[in-house]
């Protein structure tokens, strides 16, 4: 598996916050996860589809299907987070987003849970998401907005932020004013083909444009650990308390023993960390060197 630190896809990694590997999954592969997906979302209550109204759907995956394993430990996923230096990462969870025809936007936030942490103000991403559309994303139909350099740098919308995914932010539209889908001077779009990968910091500010298409707009976002054996004890002892432990047999399979060895395991006694949405002192104010 390559390690090359030197990939200039890891430089905007540490730098701006995220980066992009093209063609990572084949059309077969789409093709299944497509049919898989569409079957879990046949069955998503409407009144939980309300509920996460700017996601379109909020479906946890992890072995209601092979494909997801696959998916997980897939040879290419691994192959790109070697490129960016991380030969050992570990997974922890993965969704399923579905944008309706015609769904909001969703709104300014960041992912990452361990502000207490002095992990938080490591230049090597602690958590990453790995996106992958199912179809082709532009601005039209709902793709990415991320604000670069946001990961290490605090800038006002931080302090002008609830906590994400909250009844706090799901209730947002309510409030004109909202700072939560306002237009960012620094914002990009990151508009992707299926079968592109989406790698982002966790701490990113990021959001997504509404759909305005007829057609349906998903994606699956699996979280990993690419440094997971940096991580301090109490975070490491958060992360394995709450890690699905796969179905017996998986590990026996070519696939589930790849997928074994992404199992984050700690054996310590430390405390786990606190849950802490709300970034703090860890957060930097000064500019990302680039």
């Known amino acids: 598996m390559s390690t090359n630190r030197d990939d200039p896809r890891r430089r905007e990694l540490i730098t ?69 230096g991380f030969a050992d990462p570990k ?20 992912d990452w849970w361990a502000w207490d942490d002095p992990v938080s103000a490591d230049p090597v991403p602690p958590q990453v998401f790995l996106m992958y559309y ?15 350099g946001t990961h290490r740098r605090r800038i006002a919308l931080h302090d002008a932020l609830p906590d994400a995914h909250t009844e706090k932010t799901h209730n947002a539209a309510l409030d004109p004013e909202s700072p939560l889908f306002a237009r960012h001077p620094d914002e990009v779009d990151v508009p992707v083909k299926a079968g592109d990968v989406v790698i982002g910091d966790a701490r990113l500010l990021h959001a997504a444009h509404g759909n305005r298409t007829d057609r349906r707009r998903s994606l699956l976002t699996l979280w990993y650990f690419p440094a997971y054996a940096a991580l301090s004890e109490p975070v490491r002892a958060f992360i394995a308390g709450h890690a699905p432990e796969p179905p017996p047999g998986l590990p026996e399979t070519e696939e589930g023993g790849r997928f074994e060895r992404l199992i984050p395991r700690y054996a310590g006694s430390a405390e786990p960390a606190a849950w802490n949405r709300t970034p703090g002192i860890h957060l930097g104010t000064l500019p990302v060197p680039v």
Request: charged share 25%.
């Open 134 to 148: 199912l179809t082709d994303t532009d601005r039209e139909n709902g793709c990415l907005r991320v604000i670069p």
């Open 91 to 110: 997974w922890w969870s993965a969704f399923l987003l579905s944008k309706p025809p015609h769904a909001p936007p969703l709104y300014w936030h960041q």
């Open 16 to 84: 701006r916050g995220y980066c992009v590997f093209e063609d990572v999954l084949d059309r077969p592969m789409l093709d299944e996860l497509t049919h898989v997906t569409e079957a879990l979302l046949a069955g998503y209550a409407p009144e939980e589809a309300e509920r996460v109204r700017y996601q379109g759907s909020n479906v946890p995956v992890a072995y209601q299907d092979p494909v997801f394993p696959r998916l997980f430990a897939r040879p290419e996923v691994l192959e790109a987070l070697g490129a960016l």
